[in-house]
């Protein structure tokens, strides 16, 4: 693709790095913001920079926030002795959006995958653990996607919490195996909350 400016080059090339935006698209939207007021795209590169300067991972289930402790951790109404291991901030935001579940969450930040070169260690993994021996928990359940890797840290986890009294659930496989979480539509990802199962079962039946 030739440019006749070095400047909109360089930023078609900044653009294309996002998920799912090729060069073609990159471009398009460059020139949809040298149409826009020139405020616009300062709102735009000022609202980023606050973001990446000011944004927060709460202390206590590792969630994106914009204070040390998240709104869903800092709300007394929820059930603080059931938490829901999710990957990210999109499949806690999906589960929210079903209005089904009332207690808080853990998101580990990834999903344990070799051939990615992510282990155990680098995900909010020991904090769980640590809030299990602790007896501040009831419940786990476990909320990632229906894939290899998401089993594979299910059953990691598992295996470290296994010898706890707690009850240690999966959501329903309402959701097709292979699927990510937060494409699920609200009824569906709902009910699978609500209908979770005991996590042996999910392997000793295989």
């Known amino acids: 693709m030739e440019f006749s400016s070095k400047l909109i080059e360089k930023a078609v090339s900044e653009m ?21 007021p020139k405020e616009q795209t300062v709102f735009l590169s000022q609202a980023l920079l606050n973001m990446r300067e000011d944004i927060k991972f ?6 994106i926030s914009d204070t040390k402790v998240c709104e869903i951790c800092a709300n007394l109404s929820r059930n603080y002795k059931t938490i829901c291991v999710v990957e990210d901030i999109r499949d806690v935001m999906a589960i929210e959006n079903t209005g089904q579940y009332k207690g808080i969450y853990h998101v580990l930040g990834g999903k344990i995958s070799p051939i990615e070169g ?13 809030k299990v021996k602790l007896d501040k ?13 998401g089993d594979t840290t299910n059953f990691y986890i598992y295996k470290q919490i ?45």
């Open 16 to 36: 294309s790095q996002l998920p799912g935006i090729g060069k073609r698209t990159a471009l398009r939207l460059v020139l949809h913001l040298l149409k826009q």
């Open 58 to 63: 709460c202390e206590n289930c590792h969630n």
């Open 118 to 130: 992510i282990g155990p260690g680098q995900l909010n993994i020991t904090t769980l653990i640590e």
């Open 137 to 149: 928990v009831d419940e786990i359940i476990f909320a990632l996607s229906s894939t290899m890797e």
């Open 162 to 206: 296994s010898d706890s009294k707690i009850i240690i659930s999966t959501i329903a496989r309402g959701i097709s195996v292979g699927d990510e979480l937060e494409y699920a539509d609200e009824v569906t990802l709902g009910r699978s909350i609500l209908h979770r199962v005991p996590f042996e079962k999910t392997f000793k039946n295989n």
